[in-house]
Each structure stands twice: as structure tokens, then as C-alpha cells.
């Protein structure tokens, strides 16, 4: 991460403030001095070996560098579009002083930041050149409110009921440190120094005013890794994000998104939780009891009911029985579990990142997944399926549910405008 080398990791009239101010990229910053970069880290940064006429040049940079998404909008980015690669999570308390007004200031700042950012520009205030080479790399910031947030700042009647916390569920082993908090923020992007570069900015640009509670990173397939685009995998393998509701599908909207109150009219509801997977105990198993756990053949994750030539997207049999009269897809088959018609229709938008933070004192490895959905209504979304899943779902023994959140997330913001805006001046 060290840039020292690197001519344009010092302050200079095009590094300064007032070049962030006149829109310039933050690969433009760069300009000529990429090959500057290059000779500095092969052979002085490194120390390993020098550039040599015969070695092929870098390659231009990649579309993924270059994909924005903008900011503003209907709905926040970060809940429709595809996963990024790299994803940062964060909650923040308000400091004891911060009170309504001083949420707006952060919240307007904070907006204003993240616009920037998902130009590819540079974040202005508190701009610290870690991904000033970079482009936008598909980066979206989505912000999110606890349930504390409304009391702190005197806007307790304005609380929706829905963000009531969620219940206690079977095998829950949660660290309360680690979940909750007044503002909830989820940073992706498809380049780790990027995500990390927003995270570093906001948590800046809120000081005196909110502190970090809590922070967690993870990661998913990267776009363009395989030949033609995936649904992805779990660090069990498995594919993971078939059965999502998909935004063609008619009552995809009254799933996903809540139609009130007023200011949360067209925004959602996010559950976060850090499920922790007992990784030695599943890859014990052989793949063919791995795939009753879950309902799909790990292949290609075609239902076990839809026989040799099903495919992902073959759907699910739930009522299909094998030639010995056995179930196709087993009575705690997690897809049966969870599938909307075991659970009276209740669905979610999922947009889960793997994670990996090393071992834990035993020995064990401290991986897993960072589950985020979001719905109209935790009620009718998470808390029926979740409490099917902890009492049936054969899956849950591989699994520690470590940390919990529950964020009313606002609708985008206008232009011009900031995320929150109708809560606080309406």
C-alpha cells in the first residue's frame, strides 16, 4: 500500500484539494506517472528484480475499473445492482453532542462524498490518495439506520415499527459488540483499495460527530472471472443466490422495498449477519451428503428433484420423490426450508460476501458469510424464514450466527440532495 514512491502520493497542484474540487478522475490525477509507479515498485519497492525490454507492458485498464454507478437516484445504489467484488461494512454511534442537527451535517457530507466517489472522483475533504489510480470500479455506498438512531436525535415518533429488534432465534451465539448501531453503512466496489479508500474517507469525515462501532470486510467472485456470467459461491462451494426474487417478477418491488412511512416510502429494510461456517466439519462430508443438506448437486447447483438434466435455474420440485419413495429434495433440505412456499411466500433480496479473518484459538478457521437482505418488512421476510431455518434447516449445524443488525434503509437521494433528507426536514 505504501505509494511513497510514487510522485503523485505527495501533495501537489494536482493532488490538492482544489484539483478534487474541478471534477478531475482519480486515474486522471495520475496522468503520465504510471510508468513512474511501475519502475518504483519492480525495482525499489520491491527490490526483487527490474523491468526488462522483454517483459510484456501492464495492461490497459479494465472495464471493471471503469464502471460507475451513480449515486443518486430512486432507490440507494447497492441494493439492485450486481455484487461488487469487495464489499466494507461499517456501523457508527453518534457521539452524546451530535443530536438532529448534527446528523444532517453528516449525513449531507457524507451524500455529497459518496457521489464523488462513484464518479471516480476524489473525495474532497479528507481525500487521502489510496485509490487515486484508480476508477470508480462499480463503487456504491448505501446507508442505513438503527433502531437507537431515532432516540439519539430526538425523532423517536418517527421510528417505523418495523424496525422493532429482531427476536432471539435458536443457536444464535451473537457478540453485541458487533452488531446494532445508529448508522449502518455498506460499501462495495470491485477493487479492495477502493472500497477501502470509502470506507477510510466517511470514517474521517465523522469524527466529533459519530465513531466506528463495528467494521467487517468481505469478498465475492470477481466479474469476468468465469467464462460466462455465474451465479456464485459460498466458501462451502455451493452455489449460493439462485432462488433471489428477481426484478422482472411482479411483486418483486412489494418484497423488496417498504411503502412507508412517508420518509421511507420506496426504501428498505437490511438484516446484516456474520455467520460464521464450520468449515472442517462440512468438508468432512462427501459431496453427495453435502448435497442432500442442501437440495442442489454442487456442480452446477441443479435441484436434486430435477434429475440428470436439470440446470441452476430448473425449478425446484418440492413434492418430487425418488424411485425408493424417498424425497428427492430432504424434509431438511435447505432449500426446502427455505423456500418461499415453505414460509407463506416470505422472500428476500439477498446480497451475501464471503469473509475470512484468519483462526480462531482453537485452531478452527474464522470464515464465513456476511448475509445482507433486503425486504419490505423484516416481519414478513427474514423472521419466518430465520426461525424455520434455526429449528429444520440440516444446514444450521454447519453454521454460528456470530452477529446481528437490522437498519431501516432510506430511498436515494435526489440531486442535490442527501440519503435521510425526508426524515430530517420533513
Not at 132 to 146: I, N, S
Not at 225 to 244: E, F, I, K, S, Y
Not at 246 to 265: H, I, Q, S, Y
Not at 303 to 317: D, H, K, R
Request: include cysteine.
Amino acid at each position: 500500500m505504501d505509494q511513497t514512491a510514487h510522485p503523485a502520493a505527495h501533495p501537489t497542484a494536482e493532488t490538492s484539494p482544489a484539483a478534487a474540487s474541478r471534477g478531475l478522475s482519480r486515474r486522471a490525477l495520475l496522468g503520465g506517472a504510471g510508468a513512474g509507479l511501475a519502475v518504483g515498485a519492480a525495482g525499489g519497492a520491491l527490490g526483487t528484480r527490474a523491468l526488462t525490454a522483454d517483459q510484456p507492458a501492464a495492461p490497459p485498464a479494465s472495464a471493471l475499473g471503469t464502471a460507475a454507478v451513480p449515486f443518486h437516484g430512486r432507490h440507494q445504489a447497492g441494493i439492485l445492482q450486481p455484487q461488487q467484488a469487495r464489499v466494507q461494512l461499517a456501523a457508527f454511534d453518534l457521539t452524546d453532542n451530535t443530536g438532529r442537527d448534527g446528523l444532517r451535517t453528516l449525513l449531507q457530507t457524507w451524500s455529497a462524498t459518496a457521489a464523488l466517489l462513484a464518479e471516480g472522483k476524489p473525495a474532497g475533504e479528507h481525500e487521502n490518495q489510496i485509490a487515486l489510480d484508480a476508477g470508480p470500479c462499480a463503487l456504491t455506498v448505501t446507508f442505513g439506520f438503527g433502531s437507537s438512531l431515532f432516540d439519539r436525535t430526538g425523532l423517536t415518533e418517527h421510528r417505523p415499527p418495523a424496525l422493532a429488534p429482531l427476536p432471539d432465534f435458536p443457536g444464535d451465539a451473537l457478540d453485541r459488540s458487533r452488531g446494532d448501531g445508529d448508522l449502518w453503512v455498506q460499501i462495495g466496489a470491485d477493487d479492495a483499495l477502493v472500497a477501502f479508500h470509502a470506507l477510510r474517507v466517511l470514517q474521517r469525515q465523522a469524527a466529533g460527530l459519530a465513531t466506528l462501532r463495528w467494521q467487517m470486510a468481505g469478498f465475492h467472485r470477481t466479474p469476468g472471472a468465469t467464462p460466462h456470467p455465474m451465479t456464485g459461491r459460498n466458501l462451502m462451494g455451493q452455489v449460493d443466490g439462485t432462488n433471489n426474487p428477481k426484478p422482472a417478477e411482479p411483486d418483486f418491488a412489494a418484497r423488496v422495498f417498504a411503502d412507508g412511512p412517508g420518509w421511507l416510502a420506496g426504501g428498505s429494510y437490511a438484516v446484516v449477519r456474520r455467520i460464521r461456517m464450520l468449515l472442517d466439519n462440512w468438508e468432512s462430508l462427501p459431496t453427495e451428503r453435502q448435497e442432500r443438506v442442501i437440495g442442489r448437486r454442487k456442480s452446477d447447483g441443479a435441484p436434486l428433484s430435477g434429475g440428470p438434466s436439470a440446470t441452476e435455474s430448473t425449478p425446484v420440485a418440492l413434492d418430487a420423490v425418488n424411485p425408493d419413495g424417498s424425497l428427492a429434495v430432504a424434509a431438511d433440505a435447505h432449500i426446502r426450508v427455505a423456500a418461499p412456499a415453505s414460509n407463506s411466500g416470505a422472500a428476500m433480496l439477498r446480497r451475501g460476501f464471503s469473509y475470512h479473518d484468519g483462526l480462531l484459538p482453537d485452531g478452527s478457521l474464522d470464515a464465513g458469510l456476511l448475509f445482507i437482505a433486503f425486504q419490505a418488512d423484516p416481519a414478513r421476510g427474514f423472521v419466518p424464514v430465520q426461525r424455520k431455518l434455526a429449528r429444520g434447516d440440516g444446514l444450521s449445524r454447519f453454521l454460528r450466527h456470530e452477529t446481528s443488525g437490522l437498519y431501516a434503509v432510506p430511498p436515494g437521494a435526489p440531486a442535490g440532495g442527501y440519503v435521510g433528507q425526508a426524515l430530517l426536514e420533513g
